[in-house]
């Protein structure tokens, strides 16, 4: 139930991860596995470890024992410095709120990524611009975050987490802060965008009606995870 | 809508594996859980018991002296029990009012010592798969179907939370129901 073994094909593999937090265990003995192109919702009640879950297979939190896989990569394994530039080059983030820079404008923000791995200005800001096309959000490339709405701004980090063509996108709790409809809209074009590139997306949310645009879904209690797939 | 008829069978088959009884007691067990609004009819017991021994679900195990209707005390066989987890395993068909008889295989999965938790879990992975289908054809469709499948989607969201809350509830609920 709570151990998944590595699946052939699979991209992303996490087995037996513990973690815990003084007295809490966040996770105890989760397992995860996404294939490429693939879309897994997480669920679970607050504080059941699926945020934990989230961060330990983006590499931004190490477990205290269990093994991640990336690729063939054990990412438990890699250092500081690795993981960050496989954060930078391989993965996209999305999350609630906050994530983007308020100085710069949208353009900017989405070219961000590309200008932290070494793109030159202009080349950043085309691929950028193709991007916010593609979400919709290419007529807001000259404002600032302050100066758009709530679901523009969610598709404008939508556009960033994809910009440098990431394999995994990490998404927590996209459409939180969005109404029905805003949050809709960003699950479709995130997930047509994820699918037409490949690109697997991990997808934390409380929302059922969110969780219906993933391919399969998997429940955390208490630190263990539960595939529903096989709970037929 | 939720069948009544259609699982009473279960409901009393179900009863009967926490231990043999008689067709009053069975009648008087299901009132107290599941019959607030509507206790079962005395005649609809023992139609239903001869259904269920026609069947080899249940079996007499003994008959008490007296003039009352039915003084059988029934018990349930091994084919019984096999039919309860069959039944409680298999996830009701996603639709309005289905709380009714999901609470009531809860109920019934606690008493008999099984994983309500993989009931309920069965369940929600169900309706979520209808949740997917319903989604895709959303995204595919024109705006009235959205709509259409919208309203199905809010109602199917709501049956899934009052799934989650009842997840969360289990551990009061089975303290309750063993009273």
Known sequence: MTAHAAPAGSLLTATD???????THALDGAGFAIHPGEVVAIMGPSGSGKSTLLHCLAGIVTPDSGTIT?????????????RSALRRSEFGFVFQFGQLVPELTCVENVALPLRLNGAGRRQAERTALDWMRKLEVDGLKDKRPGEVSGGQGQRVAVARSLVTGPRVVFADEPTGAL???NGERVMQLLTEAARATNAAVVLVTHETRVAAYSDREIVVRDGRSRDMEHAI | ??????????????????????????????????????PLAYGQVYSTMSRLLKNGLVEVEGIEPGDGPDRKRYAITDAGITDVAAWLAQPEKPEPYLQSTLYTKVVLALLTGRSAQDLLDTQRAEHLRLMRILTTRKRKGDLADQL???????????DLRWLELTAARLDQLAQEVRR
Do not use: N, Q, W
């Open chain 1, 17 to 23: 991860l513990r973690k815990t937090y003084g007295p």
């Open chain 1, 70 to 82: 990336y690729a063939g990569r054990d990412l438990t394994a890699m250092s500081d410095r690795e």
């Open chain 1, 179 to 181: 109404d029905s409809l």
């Open chain 2, 148 to 158: 259409v499948c919208d309203h199905a989607l809010f109602h199917l969201e709501a």
């Open chain 2, 1 to 38: 809508m939720y069948s009544r008829a259609m699982s009473i069978g279960h409901t009393l088959l179900a009863l009967l594996e926490t231990g043999p009884r008689h067709g009053y007691d069975l009648k008087r067990a299901f009132d107290d859980k599941f019959g607030h609004d509507r």
